[in-house]
Each structure stands twice: as C-alpha cells, then as structure tokens.
C-alpha cells in the first residue's frame, strides 16, 4: 500500500516557504482528498478566539535516518516493545537527532499513556520543540508537557501513609544501589517476595544492571520454576521486564527456553527474548548510524 505521508506532509506545508515544487503525479482524486484533509484540521482554527496561534521553535536537528524510523515503527506498533522507547530517545537525543514530524502524534499518545515512566526531561529534549508546540494545542498532551505547578494542584486530604518513610530507590546513588542489589541477590529468600528490598530496589529504579545481578536473577529463577506452580508469580513478569529494558543485551541474548518448563513460563521467556533482539538491534543501528 502506497505510503500517504509524504503526499499528506507536501499538501500541510503547501503555500509556506516550506513547501515543495507541486507533484505533477498527484490525481486529482488525491489533491481533493489532501484538500478535503487540510480543511477538516483547519476548521478548530477558523473559529478560535484569542491570540493568533504562533509556529514552533525552529528544531536544527537532523531527522533521523531510515533505519532508525524503521525501528520506531515497530516500536510503536507492538505494545511489547514500548518500553524501550525512553532508551530509543535518550539515543536520539545523543545523536542529536529528531523523529519525522509525522510521527511525533504517535510517539505523544505513546509518552502520556505512560506517563509515571516517561515523565521526564530527557524525554521533554528529544522529542523537540514542535512536540512541546502540539502539546499545547491538544488537551491529551498539555498536562504531560506543562504539568501543574504545586501551588495550582488540589490539597490531598488522604492522612500521609507509611511508605513516604521508605528508601527512595530511584534517588538513590548507582554505586550505592549496586552494591545493596549484589548483596541480596544471593539470597533466594530475597527473589521470593513481591515487598522485599531486593524486589522493590530493582522495580523502582531505573539504573542499568549489572551481568552479576542479571546472572543471579536467572539462578534464583531455575530454582524458582523447578519448584513453583504452572502459574509464574506477578512479581517475576516484573523482574523479568526490568531485566529485558535495564540488562545489557549480550548478558541474555543467550537465555534459552527449556521445554521442562511449563507453557507460561516458556512464555514469559519468548517475551523477554523479543525484548532483548529489538534493543540489541537498536543499539546496533545507532551505532552504525
């Protein structure tokens, strides 16, 4: 099927300086249906009120190679990779890159669904000033990009629970997180509970995970398997995801399925070996890049 992009991209930027040599191409059929298109989006405006609506900032970053648009597609499309793509953006972001302006509607339904994970500045960085410019036209996006200050938010009149005296993990320094996480991954005891420091420190971070503590991770779970029921506790899908976005691929490129283990559990393994290739093959492209 013919891509409609780039005819939609050339009928938006028609009449600006912006705009390219008209496409002798096009059917009349198509510059209707671009028309008709451009018409719907311009009819919120036509009946707006208040200040004239200002164009974004300018972006001077290149838009990002082909190969790297195709692997935004494929992490777009399938919801078992969407977790990588606050790694897919700090990469764009070193690269200086930008993501072609045809998908950044994606990529912010994508951002704000996820919010208590993507909430971030680097994350704000990369997608640029024309996702900052949209966001503010779209009530979908706005609280994402300009949160309410403190001041501007309701009082909570919830009594203030337990867990505020609990170690912050994210804050907590890498060398200090490391050192806590070695120690108690060699205990099974400490992979058993969904409340254990151990558990929490890896779910509540964001930090990268050493091959020490991915190699005890996948220790304390052929233990686990061995013994435990057909169902896999919701605590180890959570290890496991936090171990495909956080491990360096190469330290489980290498987990193989064992037809021992029941279905689910082969299941979850699938999954986090899809996980795994996507990222390895990501890295790898924007590197050659």
């Not at 992490?75 to 930008?98: D, I, M, T, Y």
Request: aromatic share 8%; proline share 10%.
């Amino acid at each position: 099927m013919k891509d409609p992009w780039p005819s939609v991209v050339a009928a938006a930027l028609s009449g600006t300086g912006m705009s390219a040599e008209v496409d002798e191409r096009l059917s009349p059929v198509e510059i209707l249906a671009m028309a008709r298109l451009l018409h719907r989006a311009a009819a919120p405006l036509a009946v707006a009120t208040g200040r004239p609506l200002l164009p974004p900032l300018p972006d001077h970053r290149a838009v990002c190679p082909d190969d790297v648009v195709l692997l935004l597609a494929s992490l777009v499309q399938q919801p078992l990779f969407r977790g990588v793509l606050p790694e897919f953006l700090a990469l764009l972001e070193h690269r200086r890159w930008r993501l072609p302006p045809e998908w950044l509607p994606l990529v912010l339904d994508i951002v704000v669904k996820e919010k208590e994970k993507m909430l971030t500045p680097a994350v704000r960085r990369a997608l640029g000033p024309l996702a900052t410019w949209l966001a503010a036209q779209d009530s979908r996006w706005t609280n994402f990009f300009f949160p309410k200050s403190r001041e501007q938010r309701k009082p909570s009149l919830r009594p203030a629970r337990p867990e505020v005296l609990r170690v912050h993990w994210p804050a907590l320094p890498y060398a200090l997180w490391e050192r806590c996480v070695l120690a108690w991954a060699q205990s099974d005891d400490a992979w058993a509970s969904s409340t254990s420091a151990l558990v929490l420190a890896l779910l509540q971070s964001i930090h990268p995970w050493p091959q020490p503590l991915t190699a005890a991770l996948w220790t304390a779970w052929e233990r686990t398997s061995a013994h435990s029921a057909h169902t896999v506790p919701s605590h180890w899908h959570q290890l496991w995801q936090a171990a495909a976005l956080r491990a360096a691929p190469e330290h489980l490129l290498d987990v193989q399925r064992t037809s021992l283990w029941p279905y689910p559990w082969q299941t979850l393994m699938s999954h986090v070996r899809d996980v795994v290739a996507f990222r390895a093959r990501m890295l790898h492209v924007f590197r050659r890049g």
